[in-house]
Every structure is written in C-alpha cells, then in structure tokens.
C-alpha cells in the first residue's frame, strides 16, 4: 500500500502533494505537543505568563520542522520508506516529538556552558 499524492498545491512553481501535506501536519502537530509537554515541565517556581506556551508551541514547531533535515543529514531513508510503508509515519512522528522534547534540553546546556565559558 502506497500514499498516493493525489491533491497537489502550487504556489510560485512549488508543489506539494498530500504526502509533503500530510509529512508537514505531523511535524506541526508534533512541534505543538511537544511544546506544550515541554512547557508543562518547565520550571514552576519561576512566574509564567500565558505567552509562554505559545513560545513554547512555536519553538516545538520550529525544532520538529528541523527533523527531515537531520534525517538528512544522517541518510536516513524513514521519509522515502513512509510513503510505501505508512506505519513509519508513526515512528516520524514519534522522532519529530522526541527531538522537539530534546531540543529544549539542548539549548538549555549550550546556553549553560556559553554563559559558564564567558564568566571565565
């Protein structure tokens, strides 16, 4: 069983079919839950406004957005092996909401050791 990019959408040249749609769903969903599970774990003690899971949403959407380029990167072929295999969407999706889970970790230690590194 193949999905079939059925529907396409132009704008400019560029086309997307349901596939690249339905890649691009997963990973706004997945950013959007993974910012929201991100901001539910931060840091009580401090004052948080309800601006704050919205910055947490649009960071979680912007570290899930990254995901096809570190699949990339490591020559992965789970986006090519998705479309004829759709049970490996669940397992994009569930890299998309680790990597947004972790990306907020990351940055928290980088800034860490930066601020550590110039009070040296």
Partial sequence: MELQGSALLTAGGFTLDSYMLLL???ML???ILGGAANYFMSDKNATTSGKDILKYAILGIVAALTVPLFLNMISSDLLA????????????AGFCLIF??????FVESAAAKLL?????
């Fill in 24 to 26: 691009l769903g997963i």
């Fill in 29 to 31: 969903c997945a950013g």
């Fill in 81 to 92: 092996a998705a479309k004829s295999r759709p049970i490996d969407l669940f397992v994009f």
């Fill in 100 to 105: 947004v889970l972790f990306s907020r970790r």
């Fill in 116 to 120: 550590q590194q110039l009070r040296r």
